[in-house]
């Protein structure tokens, strides 16, 4: 129940966060993906469930506001968090690069997805620009900013050490 | 008691591939929803315009607040010379202005006879703040913190700077969702002011690394469109009100089959430091009736 309220705040925070604050801390004409590091974590940290529920969550959020069609973007973070649920059985608490190697496959993913669905079907074929110039910085700054946004996702849900590593057992 | 009973009643769970399965059909089902029917998702509007706007509405009134008190700390010196200098401009200035007040004159007697301005200051406006953007990289789309219960409805347009920014395309009782022209997949029908030749404009994600968008369809026989002419909504889009300026022409080229020309437009709006827009109060639509 605590954690689910937790979540509740942490997903809000960060939609207001991204299209806000992130907004104006914008480089190069790129913004970081918040949505993407909460859904993933939550999918690497409390497994398929959660990070499936997540996922959907955060996407309708994008569709409602800025989305064509209702379900689209719910549907791409969805596959992410059940994506990363996978790697929920080899993640400790305590180790950082798991989890930053997730979150970088994970923005790739999504950005790779975004361009060959709302774009490459619109005979955009210069890849190679879209490489450059979004998938890629984008990625880059998502790290960027993990690095510092990652810590504190994990400390609002930090379990006793002693319990054992697999003291969140998928339900 | 057995330690059968003593044992917690295990909690109902569906198995995670059935859960994919049913998350996955129920974005099938939305997705074809929205995309068959009319239905623009207004009871969702209205629920996360109650939870998420309030939010975004504090969060960049701090900014502003915040990145306001900064840029007065750090100008306040250069105000003090910059208002010696100025003073010694009025003087030159009241000169020149007598001058102006004789332009302005003939100026208003030419806008007359071109009734341009006439259309344009006619419409009812009203000023929105931008309070979010688009949080993808992909298109250029932004949350301004009007909506319905403030007159506003679907498709209206939206200026800034004098320039055509874009259209609601979505709205809520306190927010509206307003996409703009150089949005990649934006396309609007536009006018050249000089020799009222059509042409589409098309928003470009390549193009605006280098600030302009392009255009195309431009049939122009008499060869009279030349770079920086104006370009203007045009009267046959069933969206845009005619004649608000979209940009200028900075690049022609002939097409290929020699009949049409395309090429590239700077736009009139500064889309990257937009803060503050208007929004006229009439549709096209309720124009025509």
Redesign the interface.
């Known amino acids: 129940m605590k954690r689910n309220i937790i979540l509740f705040f942490v997903i809000i925070t960060g939609f207001v966060l991204q299209t806000t604050l992130f907004q104006a801390l914008r480089f190069g004409n790129i913004a970081p993906n918040i949505l993407i590091i909460i859904t993933a974590s939550y999918g690497f940290m409390f497994g398929k469930h959660y990070g499936m529920s997540v996922g959907f969550i955060c996407g309708m959020l994008m569709d409602i506001f800025y989305g064509d069609v209702l379900g689209f973007y719910a549907l791409i973070y969805l596959y992410i968090g059940a994506a990363n649920g996978f790697f929920h059985s080899i993640f400790f608490q305590e180790d950082i690069k798991l989890p930053l190697l997730l979150i970088a496959v994970s923005d790739f993913c999504y950005s790779f997805v975004c361009y060959v669905l709302l774009y490459l079907l619109r005979s955009r074929f210069h890849f190679m620009f879209y490489l450059k110039s979004v998938i890629v910085p984008e990625m880059v700054y998502t790290i960027f900013v993990t690095v510092f946004l990652y810590p504190c996702i994990l400390l609002l849900n930090w379990t006793r050490a002693d319990t054992g590593y697999h003291s969140q057992q998928e339900r | 008691m057995s330690p059968i009973a003593k044992r917690k009643r295990t ?1 109902f ?1 569906i198995p ?1 591939k059935y ?2 399965l049913l ?2 059909f ?6 074809a ?3 068959f029917t009319d239905y623009s ?1 207004t009871p ?2 209205k629920l ?1 315009g109650y ?2 706007v309030p ?2 509405n504090g ?2 009134r701090i ?1 502003t607040w915040l990145s306001v008190r900064v840029d007065e700390l750090g100008e306040l010196r250069i105000v003090l010379k910059e208002n010696q200098e100025l003073k010694a401009k009025i003087d030159e200035l009241t000169a020149q202005n007598t001058q102006l007040q004789q332009d302005k004159y003939e100026l208003n007697n030419l806008r007359e006879l071109y009734k341009l301005d006439e259309e344009y200051s006619g419409y009812e406006k009203v000023g929105a703040r931008i ?9 250029h ?1 932004f ?1 301004i913190d009007k909506g319905s219960d403030d007159g506003l409805a679907m498709d209206m347009n939206v200026i800034a700077d004098g320039g055509l920014v874009g259209r609601i395309v ?1 709205i809520g009782k306190n927010w509206s ?1 307003v996409t703009a022209v150089i949005n ?2 934006s396309n609007v029908s536009g006018m050249v002011l000089a020799s009222s030749d059509f042409l589409m404009v098309r928003g470009s ?2 193009l605006m ?1 280098d600030g302009v968008i392009e255009f195309e369809q431009l049939t122009d026989s008499a060869g009279k469109v030349q770079i920086g002419d104006k370009v203007v909504t045009s009267s046959i889009s069933d969206k845009y009100l005619p004649s608000i300026l979209i940009g200028y022409i900075t690049e022609i080229n002939q097409d290929s089959n020699n009949i049409t020309k395309s090429g590239k437009i700077t736009p009139a709006v500064d889309f ?1 430091h937009l803060e503050e827009v208007l929004v006229i109060l009439e549709t096209k639509q309720q124009i025509a009736d």
């Open positions: 909690k769970s995670s859960l994919l998350f996955t129920l974005c099938v089902l939305l997705m929803v929205t995309f998702s969702l509007n996360v939870v998420v939010f975004q969060v960049s900014g309070i979010a953007r688009d949080g993808g990289n992909w298109f789309s949350t979505a969702k990649d997949n994600l390549e690394t990257e």
